[in-house]
């Protein structure tokens, strides 16, 4: 009876001990969630979440921006001033100061590298801050470009691409927590969660942001403020959507732009736009953006192993349509050589990142020579047609009247559309 007496004992005093610990506990964890968020860095992440860290490791967000000084297999080609140069004398008329003004940067000049898929820039820093050198290497064609080759020292990196190539970029320190999109720039500053501990499980959720639980419209919204084009609203001549965090609404914290604004030159005239980075503009004039068809229905953030395309699709090319538009019938304009092309017509290579033609439209609509047409010409106003290879040097008039006699079932035979200039039937 006594042996029993005891152990009651020890349980009692067990159970006081584990109470007075959980309160303990509560109160710690009441003093982290109440402090103020701040960001740690991805190596926080890395420690519970290997595996996502990892696959994030694979995608193009993670190499936003590469620190040179202690990668220098980051810088993907050489900078050699004679080819660089011999490049950009090609462009003739097109620069803007004499090719042997511009400025071409030494390799111990660059801290950082932006890009490694479809082009390369090098920021160097000057007087503590960074600038983008005035050439950019074409890694699909092999070429050098002129990036504000006039006037690059009036632009600091920060104000303009800063935080949307790193993450917890602070303006007045400026400073920023790590290179590259980082997880925070998606699920917000990870201070409490990490804070916290693991068995406080329903707690540690409540301090993150999972955006597959946020609605279809503001999980967009946390693309959307790097993926378009406009300004700050809370800070003055800021390119980019300073204090939003995911979860909110992008709304208050930027303006994007449009063919009203100032910076008209951005878009086309129909407002489809011509640059690099913009494919949120695009998105939200589109019929899937009214109809719920959003960025991670087509796109995966991170996803473990290889990614099978380099745009992160879930399928790749024209497949990822057809999962979703299974009912295409092949007639009319759909009867065209171009069937089961789906990109070709619907996602030309209009805008430009360096050089016209290189980034995939995302309005999804057929966009038509009658718009050039009625724009004024190509230049003005793209289309699908005269973007492809073979119909470039055809008028735009016969284009249109091709695709007339397509969509009418009435197609000309042979296809004089087809006919290269000079030649005859």
Known sequence: MKTIAWVKIALTVLLIVELVACGREETQIEKVVNGAKIYVGSEQCKVCHLEHYDSWKMTLHSRTIQDVTWNRDALITELNPEIIRADLKKLGNKLKIPVDE???????????????????????????????????????????????????????????????????????????????????????????HVALPKKAVFDKRLTIVNPSKLSAGIRTQICGGCHSAGKSTKVKDIYWSVGHLPGQALGPYFKTVSFDDENVKSVYGDEVPDRHHEQYLDWQKSIHAQKGVSCTSCHYVHQLGVPPTQFQTIKSGSQQCLSCHTMVKNMYAHSL?????????????????????????????????????????????????????????????????????????????????????????
């Not at 104000?159 to 602070?170: F, N, P, W, Y």
């Not at 005269?386 to 000309?412: I, R, W, Y």
Request: glycine share 8%; hydrophobic share 30%; with cysteine.
């Open 337 to 425: 050589h171009a069937f089961i092309n789906c990109i070709g017509c619907h996602m030309p290579r209009v805008a430009k990142s360096p050089e016209s033609g290189d980034v995939l439209s995302h309005s999804f609509g057929f966009m038509s020579p009658l718009k050039s047409i009625e724009a004024g010409g190509i230049e003005k106003q793209p289309n699908a047609c005269s973007n492809c290879h073979h119909h470039k040097d055809t008028p735009v008039e016969t284009l249109a009247g091709f695709l007339e006699a397509a969509t009418k079932k009435d197609m000309p035979k042979p296809f004089t559309v087809h006919l290269r200039t000079g030649q005859s039937r």
């Open 102 to 192: 511009i400025y071409i940067p030494k390799i111990d000049e660059i801290k950082y590298t932006m890009g490694v898929q479809w082009k390369q820039r090098f920021l160097m820093e000057r007087n503590g801050k960074l600038y983008v050198s005035p050439v950019q290497y074409d890694i699909w064609n092999n070429t050098w470009t002129p990036y504000h080759e006039n006037d690059w020292e009036k632009h600091l990196w920060n104000d303009r691409c800063g935080g949307c190539h790193v993450t917890g970029l602070d303006l007045e320190k400026n400073t920023f927590i790590e290179p590259g999109v980082g997880c925070e720039s998606c699920h917000g500053p990870a201070s409490h």
